[in-house]
């Protein structure tokens, strides 16, 4: 109980709220996910469960940010908090990966030009169970960066803040494309760094990639940066409602 009140400063308890509820909505929509088959019987979308895991590993990182920040002091503190927030900044693009994943519903349904739109049932029932991952996934983007970006709000200010934030959903949507169309993966940066560089090279030497490759992150960064601004800001209208109801209550005592 001790522990839990000395992390309030850093929004708990409402935190582990907020992940028992998205922990949840991930399980129910893992489920859905499993229940559905193709028109050849099989599971085609069983790789949202490994894609999921990965998108919630930012929240674990967030929570030992979090504990670190409060408990760890000095020296001890500073590293900690830099191998936690190095993990992750890594594994944070995995959260809102999920959006891409929706093209493989498109994959499996093909447009009847014959027909105005979709009316098989089967593709209502795919498109909600994975527009529902990429949800879950853009919510714990957007909650996790929200809480590393007060951690740095605190320590280096307000600018310092938005540039970090910022920064990091530009990195995030240029981590998706080379997840999605390159095919890394997070651990790639450490176990595969010459084929990073190459990889690299060759996309950047080439310029119709570059073209692809500067549309798709500004969409990506535009979609996320919107809902993370939209979050932010719900965010500051609790502000002036918590003083209002505190001033209610000290008249009342009053």
């Known amino acids: 109980m001790n522990f839990m009140k000395s992390l309030r400063p850093c929004g708990y308890p409402w935190k582990i709220y907020m992940l028992l509820l998205l922990l949840a909505c991930t399980w129910g929509n893992l489920v859905m996910v499993y229940e559905l088959e193709s028109p050849y019987g099989n599971r085609p979308y069983l790789f949202i469960f490994w894609n999921m895991f990965l998108a919630w590993l930012p929240a674990v990182f967030m929570v030992l940010l979090d504990i670190c920040y409060i408990a760890a002091k000095g020296l001890l503190r500073s590293i900690l908090l830099l191998g936690f927030g190095a993990g992750w900044l890594f594994f944070y693009p995995n959260a809102a990966y999920l959006v891409t994943d929706l093209l493989h519903l498109f994959a499996r349904f093909p447009y009847n030009r014959a027909e105005r739109f979709w009316n098989e049932i089967p593709f209502w ?15 714990l983007g957007t909650f996790t960066l929200y809480s590393v970006h007060q951690l740095v709000r605190r320590s280096y200010g307000t600018v310092a803040g938005w540039i970090f934030a910022f920064t ?45 490759l500067v549309y798709f992150c500004f969409n990506l960064f535009v979609l996320t940066s919107i809902l993370y601004l939209v979050v932010y800001l719900f965010t500051c209208l609790r502000a002036p409602l918590d003083r209002e109801a505190g001033s209610d209550a000290i008249l009342k005592r009053s």
């Open 168 to 212: 990091v959903l530009g990195l995030s949507s240029f981590g998706i494309y080379m997840g999605r169309f390159v095919r890394w993966n997070t651990w790639d940066i450490v176990a595969r760094p010459k084929m990073i560089l190459r990889d690299l090279y060759e996309l950047l030497a080439l310029p119709g990639q570059r073209h692809q």
């Open 125 to 139: 029932n795919h498109l909600i169970a994975l527009l529902l991952a990429a949800l879950i996934g853009l919510l």
